[in-house]
């Protein structure tokens, strides 16, 4: 008998993930209903950044089709704080996640109650506490000495202030993009040292209401959530049961992620679902009165927005084709690679008036900075531009502006529309 053939090695390498979030007409990418060109002529400059309302509504939907019906849906405002995405979240999830005070008054302002935001973050200042505890938001308090602090707040203002403890878990969440919990960590209170504080929390007299679980971020795997998830219940079930009170709320962190790199996959949402459905109906008997939330920040926007620059010029260098654009490192710095990448990965890049376009190439996509990080796509199968055409920067609705050093090298602005 002949050993089995071994798999035919692929001839197609990696490919980004299929376009779906906004159609192509005519070749050209439509955003908000409108043509890329137009578009770009009703915003008056490039380089901007678009975000979708219908694909933002689409991806609530989703969640609230195939996540349980009692899980909250928070939006973790860090992720997009434009304040008018922000104004059409909050009409759309249970609570917002802040993580400064810049952030609270954004959240307050687009009209979410006070009681569905919650305050995250490591070393919040003084003015921190004092706002969010006049806010009446809730604090997730990261560690024993911002407890006494908050307590002392509190007492100053003559106001109960509204805890949860944010834990930093013993185990993380497997093959993340980003790890937030598991060994030494800035963030949270050691599971260990939790029962302390609890105690601690009571006899101060503050207003204990929660845990806070974040193991993760940027996760494409459902039996990596799925594990985290069910350590966190756990988790959550041991601490509970030392308590002082009942616990009221578990927020059990988020971590669902999108695909920017080639080879990467959506996220199977249903089967996300499914597991956390199950999840809960057994969390149910031992935490019968708590309500569960989901902090969701790049899953829930990143898909809807796209980074649209110009072509400044199309110049080829030793056989290398180049399209140095009006937009760069300085308004999007993730998809240059310098934002928490290990190994420089392209995100989806398209040219946005000619998607499909006639001849092709291998072109690299840079800005006008000095510096040769600023890349924004490094050989990449494209359309043939020239000058004028439109670069886009698709998968870019999450960590983009807000997360650029705007002020590196000192060139224009870019601008944010909601569409
Ligand atoms: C950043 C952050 C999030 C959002 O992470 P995403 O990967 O954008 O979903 C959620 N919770 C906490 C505590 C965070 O710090």
Redesign the pocket.
């Known amino acids: 008998m002949s050993a089995p053939l071994p798999p035919k090695p692929s001839t197609q390498p990696p490919q980004h993930a299929a376009l779906t979030q906004f159609p192509v007409l005519d070749d050209s990418l439509h955003i908000g209903g409108m043509a890329l060109e137009r578009l770009a002529q009703r915003v008056g400059q490039t380089p901007f950044y678009a975000y979708d309302r219908s694909s933002l509504s689409a991806r609530v939907a989703a969640l609230r089709l195939h996540l349980p019906p009692q899980l909250q849906l928070h939006y973790?405002m860090?992720?997009n704080p434009m304040p008018a995405v922000v104004q059409l979240m909050a009409g759309m999830v249970d609570g917002i996640?802040v993580?400064s005070h810049g952030e609270l008054k954004i959240a307050l302002d687009a009209g979410m109650s006070p009681e569905r935001i919650s305050f995250?973050g490591p070393g919040k200042s003084a003015a921190d506490l004092s706002r969010a505890i006049a806010a009446g938001v809730m604090l997730n308090l990261e560690s024993e000495h911002e407890m006494e602090r908050a307590a002392e707040t509190g007492q100053r203002l003559g106001l109960r202030p509204v805890v949860a403890v944010r834990v930093n878990p013993d185990f993380e969440l497997k093959s993340s993009g980003m790890k937030?919990g598991g060994g030494p960590k800035p963030f949270g209170v050691d599971a260990e040292r939790v029962p302390a504080m609890l105690q601690r929390c009571a006899a101060l007299g503050l207003d204990w209401r929660g845990l806070h679980i974040?193991s993760g971020?940027?996760n494409l795997k459902p039996e990596a959530l799925h594990e985290a998830q069910s350590k966190t219940l756990a988790l959550a079930q041991r601490l509970a049961a030392d308590a002082p009170s009942a616990l009221q709320v578990l927020n059990m962190?988020?971590?669902?992620g999108i695909p920017y790199f080639p080879g990467e996959a959506r996220l199977n949402l249903e089967v996300v679902g499914a597991n956390l459905r199950r999840l809960l109906d057994q969390a149910r008997t031992e935490l019968p009165g708590t309500e569960f939330v989901i902090?969701?920040?790049?899953?829930l926007v990143g898909e809807a927005g796209a980074y649209v620059c110009r072509v400044v010029e199309r110049k080829i260098s030793r056989g290398q084709v180049y399209l140095v654009t009006d937009g760069g490192l300085h308004h999007h710095l993730a998809a240059s690679g310098n934002f928490g990448q290990v190994i420089r990965k392209n995100y989806p890049v398209v040219i946005g008036n000619k998607v499909h376009g006639g001849p092709r190439e291998t072109a690299s996509v840079v800005g006008p900075l000095c510096t040769p990080l600023d890349l924004l796509a490094d050989n990449l199968p494209l359309a043939q531009a020239e000058a004028g055409d439109l670069v886009v920067v698709l998968q870019s609705g999450?960590y983009g502006l807000s997360a650029s050093p705007a002020g590196f090298l000192g060139h224009p602005a870019a601008l944010e529309v909601l569409v």
């Not at 962190?253 to 669902?256: A, D, E, R, V, Y």
């Not at 902090?295 to 899953?299: A, P």
């Open positions: 973790a860090k992720a996640d993580a995250a937030m974040y971020s940027q962190g988020g971590g669902f902090e969701l920040g790049r899953y999450a």
